[in-house]
């Protein structure tokens, strides 16, 4: 498929999410000199279905007949009825090879590219007469978008083009830090009709895990991102960054000197209790339900 299919492929898959709003406290206050606001992708740009990258509880039980939907409109030809559940075992046993491969590489948290995965599990498949077709690395990211479309939905959070556009407005550059597949910056496209790039975002400040090889919470990581906004001439105390979970957003750039919005507007990518917001490493300088209220407290 060629990229324009692969866009009007995710939007088929997907269908309008709204936040669940939940009664969180919020913290609110003035924040000067930010010369750049960087988000998280999924639960804070994006709701999630599953309120993040990956497949949640709720999803498991459905995922054998998600994978075996994804193989047929991939045009591979089903040979035995339990491919999907072999197929996601074959998944499981390939990534974790990977990842303890990097580890022993010395990579705390490795985030291995799903389309070498995919590839290696549908060879794995086609190998052990489950499938029959033609497995190509193009299938392979086919495959990919179709899966992982059907287990995790994704939306846009309300208004989220007309806020982007306004902080491009006040002069502000813009950036992501992600957990993140090839398919991520796909969905951006896909929902926004541009790409992040072409949308406004400092390419250089585009830090996606697939491509790095690494993954929140590593705080190397994070200094990938520090390391190219050093060079836009940008301190980490002029940096904004906006995320769901205190754990893997929050405290690392806070480590690294960022300032810190925790995004609580939508109860599916919540990943703490309030009470621990009281830790000094997980406070952040804004609690907001609303992307919006970013701009209250920068124009304050």
């Known amino acids: 498929m060629n990229r324009a299919q692969l866009l009007k492929r995710i939007r088929d898959l997907t269908h309008p999410l709204s936040p669940i709003s939940i009664n969180h406290p919020q913290k609110l206050q003035p924040l000067q000199d930010i ?16 309120g993040d990258i990956g497949i949640d509880e709720d999803q498991q039980s459905k995922s054998a007949d998600y994978f075996t939907a994804s193989l047929k409109d991939c045009g591979l030809t089903i040979l035995h009825e339990q491919a999907g559940d072999r197929g996601q075992t074959l998944f499981k046993d390939t990534i974790t090879a990977h990842i ?78 992600s957990n993140s597949q090839f398919y991520t910056p796909i969905a951006f496209e896909a929902f926004l009709g541009v790409s992040p790039a072409e949308f ?37 105390e002029q940096i904004l960054y906006v995320g769901n979970d205190i754990r893997k957003d929050i405290r690392p750039a806070k480590n690294l000197g960022m300032r810190t919005a925790l995004y609580v507007g ?9 009470r621990e917001l009281d830790e000094s490493d997980f406070q952040p300088d804004l609690i907001i339900r609303d992307l919006h209220q970013i701009l209250q407290c920068l124009d304050s």
Not at 35 to 50: H, L, R
Not at 202 to 230: I, M
Not at 266 to 274: A, G, L, V
Request: net charge negative; with cysteine; charged share 25%.
């Open 200 to 236: 406004g975002f400092n390419p250089d400040l585009l830090v996606w895990s697939y491509q790095t090889g690494l993954k929140k919470p590593s705080e190397e990581f994070y200094k990938v991102f520090d390391r190219a906004a050093n060079k836009e001439g940008l301190q980490p």
């Open 266 to 274: 939508d109860q599916r990518s919540i990943r703490h209790e309030t």
């Open 35 to 50: 010369q750049c606001v960087a988000f998280d992708f999924y639960g804070t740009m994006f709701i999630s279905a599953v």
């Open 100 to 177: 303890s491969s990097a580890q022993t590489d010395g990579v705390d948290h490795p985030e291995p590219d799903v389309r070498t995965v995919w590839f290696e599990v549908l060879q794995k498949m086609q190998k052990e007469q489950l499938i029959a077709g033609s497995v190509t690395q193009g299938l392979a990211l086919r495959f990919g978008i179709e899966f992982e479309f059907r287990i995790n939905d994704i939306w846009p959070v309300p208004d989220l083009k007309k806020l982007l556009k306004n902080l491009l407005d006040d002069g502000l550059q813009l950036g992501i830090i």
